[in-house]
């Protein structure tokens, strides 16, 4: 994921008629696959008396983007693609979109379908608004007690949060996010301070 990516800014539900249809388009910010399948499993069951719960969802960014869809037994490519397709032309990421349809006792046919739940997803979309965030990147840092200031100051000033702070016998254990953009400065900068007295991991990579 690049540096900036944008994301749904509030988990919503609207309600759109469809001639005898009803349809209902849940959206949640989803970080993680799990995370994802949760907010599914959970809008599915809150609506298992529906006729369907197609769903799409889209998490990280560039080569490393992961997007799943599921036309829910709709007829293929009616349902989960148009939601989907709603998420990448509104360039979005991090997201999930449940689209729930209650059938009104009306065939829609193949087009009406595909064009009913783009619209469903447009409009849930469109209602939770969008927000630009910052790519974080996990970062461990080791170091002996005399160092935590300096650690927690260097972390808040590159702009990272702080999750964590583990101590044992060894010493300190910082747990932190941080924007990606400032990984090479703040190592170089903690390695500096601590005159090479520090254990950086930053994802799964050790510095």
């Known amino acids: 994921m690049t540096d900036q990516f944008d994301t749904v800014a509030n988990d919503i539900r609207v309600k759109i008629a469809v001639g005898a ?21 959970r809008v599915s069951n809150e609506f298992r008396d529906a006729t369907h719960n197609a769903y799409a969802y889209k998490i990280g960014g560039g080569e490393m983007a992961l997007a799943r869809q599921s036309d829910a037994s709709e007829p293929a490519g009616t349902a989960g693609t148009p939601l989907l397709q709603a998420i990448e032309n509104a360039g979005l ?3 999930t979109v449940v689209g729930t349809r209650y059938f009104g006792g009306v065939k ?10 783009g619209a469903c997803a447009d409009a849930g979309l469109a209602e939770a608004g969008r927000i630009t965030e910052v790519s974080l990147e996990p970062l461990l840092a ?7 200031g300096t650690v927690l100051h260097e972390v808040a000033a590159a702009g990272g949060e702080v999750e964590g702070v583990d101590y044992d016998e060894n010493g300190v254990s910082v747990r932190a996010k941080i924007p990606r ?12 301070l601590t005159r090479g007295k520090i254990d950086l991991n930053f994802g799964h ?3």
Not at 142 to 148: N, T
């Open 21 to 41: 249809c009803r349809f209902l388009a849940s959206v949640a910010r989803t970080e993680t696959e799990e995370e994802a399948k949760l907010f599914i499993a």
């Open 181 to 192: 953009r400032s990984m090479d400065a703040l190592s170089k900068q903690l390695v500096n």
């Open 142 to 148: 080791r170091v002996s007690y005399d160092h935590l």
């Open 205 to 207: 990579t050790r510095r």
């Open 93 to 95: 990421t991090n997201v």
């Open 108 to 117: 829609l046919g193949i087009g009406g379908l595909i064009r009913a739940y």
